[in-house]
């Protein structure tokens, strides 16, 4: 007689099990998947920003070592000119030395080789002036386009260390953040019945996130079609019937997760 009783008490448990859960302890479920949904996007981000940081920093380096190249080629150029003005200045002595020499040389010989000296100083001025000239038009196009570069460089830099300085404010307050979340998801837990908290639980270890979902709705010509939002597999009309008639939650056959239909969705 004990048994039998103890076994009915069984059935009827087990019946109530599996016809899922109420309204109000599934609103509590969606309270605490609501904070494990932060806890678990704040845990992510956490793992994700060391890379995303260290990836701005590479950036910042590279403009910065771009506008350093930009300067340095810049730098060469302008040294080419301040050498090359100086050969200019060693010719242009030497066409003065061999004119004053042409005054007292002595010898024809003497005065065909000044001349001939003379000849290829102004040759060589020549050229050099040449050469000046193409590297101080080549400098002044550079500078021109660096200009407008730098600026633009700069700006990329700027923000770039924008960004970086949010992701580290942000990677400071996050630890604080997911404590207070833990905290949170302590009290929501703590109110929802155990064996619904531990259903919760089974299925978030076993299937992650999310372990409620809502089903999705989809009318294809006047010919509604229900499917779980948690793996996207299609829900008999019989379950979503026995969720409206009941009032209470199902699982989904595919993945096992709570199911629920929202009634202003119907
Ligand atoms: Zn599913």
Redesign the pocket.
């Known amino acids: 007689m004990i048994f039998s009783t103890i076994f009915s008490y069984y059935l009827t448990l087990k019946r109530r099990k599996k016809l899922g859960f109420d309204n109000e302890t599934l609103n509590k479920i969606l309270e605490l998947q609501e904070v494990d949904r932060v806890l678990f996007s704040f845990k992510a981000k956490l793992k994700k920003l060391p890379d995303e940081m260290e990836e701005r920093k590479k950036k910042i380096k590279e403009i910065e070592e771009k506008i350093k190249t930009e300067e340095e080629e810049i730098k060469v150029i302008e040294k080419e000119i301040k050498s090359l003005t100086l050969d200019l200045e060693e010719e242009e002595e030497k066409i003065k030395k061999f004119s004053k020499d042409l005054m007292n040389v002595k010898t024809n010989e003497e005065y065909r080789a000044c001349l001939k000296e003379i000849e290829f100083a102004k040759k060589r001025k020549n050229e050099i002036e040449e050469e000046i000239l193409e590297r101080m038009e080549k400098l002044e196009e550079k500078k021109k386009i660096f200009k407008e570069q730098k600026g633009k460089l700069e700006e990329e830099i700027k923000k770039e260390k924008k960004v970086l300085e949010d992701l580290e404010r942000e990677i400071k307050e996050i630890p604080q953040k997911i404590k207070e979340a833990e905290d949170l998801r302590k009290r929501r837990a703590y109110v929802i019945p155990a064996h619904a908290l531990e259903e919760y639980e089974r299925i978030l270890n076993g299937r992650g996130f999310p372990v409620a979902?809502e089903i999705e709705i989809s009318d294809e010509k006047g010919e509604k079609k229900f499917f779980?939002s948690?793996?996207?597999?299609q829900?008999p009309f019989l379950t979503v019937d026995e969720i409206i008639k009941t009032e209470k939650t199902a699982r989904?056959?595919?993945?096992?997760?709570i199911?629920f239909v929202k009634k202003d969705k119907l």
């Open positions: 979902c779980c948690g793996c996207h597999s829900i989904c056959h595919n993945c096992g997760r199911i």
